[in-house]
T-cell receptor, first 114, second 112 residues
């Protein structure tokens, strides 16, 4: 069965620190990969996605993620975080060509201290 | 503005009672989804629908039911058979298979 694992459940950083959130998935076929973000009091919104092509994808607000097929990973990065990046981050995977059913990771809560 | 509207924002259920959560979208999306969000468990899929008058069970469908009579609407009923209904429920929609999903603001259900 497909599964998604996010290694860090709670991350605390100071402003301007660099961020990397890990995401690994288990599925042998072709996948679509997503990172969603949920800011306090707001709905889940798409941060970035990978379908095909360049494995380094750029999203909103300076975030990027790299798909490494050999490692089944899709880690999220940002060179310098801001206080406004405080949120919960979810990695999600769907297998290409199926129902579009997303499998979500457990989520990582990021707290950025000013 | 196009989007997904979930109502109510907060809902309370008595023991043995069925409750229905509303989800409406004006994005003209074919696919709609219901998730349950619990602390430390991420989002788990309850039901999904690819097209009107069709829906499939997700990973945790027991104790829930849905209908998809209109493209814009995908209501979720939490039945008395669901033994642990207290959670945050999220509705989503997407244009098609594997496309990014758009989420509503959620409904928080609690048991009295």
């Amino acid at each position: 069965a497909q599964s998604v694992s996010q290694h860090n459940h709670h991350v605390i950083l100071s402003e301007a620190a660099s961020l990397e959130l890990g995401c690994n998935y288990s599925y042998g076929g072709t996948v679509n990969l997503f990172w969603y973000v949920q800011y306090p009091g707001q709905h889940l919104q798409l941060l970035l996605k990978y379908f095909s092509g360049d494995p380094l994808v750029k999203g909103i607000k300076g975030f990027e993620a790299e798909f490494i097929k050999s490692k089944f990973s899709f880690n999220l990065r940002k060179p310098s975080v801001q206080w406004s990046d405080t949120a919960e981050y979810f990695c999600a995977v769907s297998s290409s060509g199926n129902t579009g059913k997303l499998i979500f990771g457990q989520g990582t809560t990021l707290q950025v201290k000013p | 503005d196009g989007g997904i509207t979930q109502s109510p924002k907060y809902l309370f259920r008595k023991e043995g009672q069925n409750v229905t959560l509303s989800c409406e979208q004006n994005l003209n999306h074919d696919a709609m989804y219901w998730y349950r969000q619990d602390p430390g468990q991420g989002l788990r899929l309850i039901y999904y629908s690819q097209i009107v008058n069709d829906f499939q069970k997700g990973d945790i469908a027991e104790g829930y039911s849905v209908s998809r009579e209109k493209k814009e609407s995908f209501p979720l009923t939490v039945t008395s058979a669901q033994k642990n209904p207290t959670a945050f429920y999220l509705c989503a929609s997407s244009a098609g298979l594997g496309q990014p999903q758009h989420f509503g603001d959620g409904t928080r259900l609690s048991i009295l």
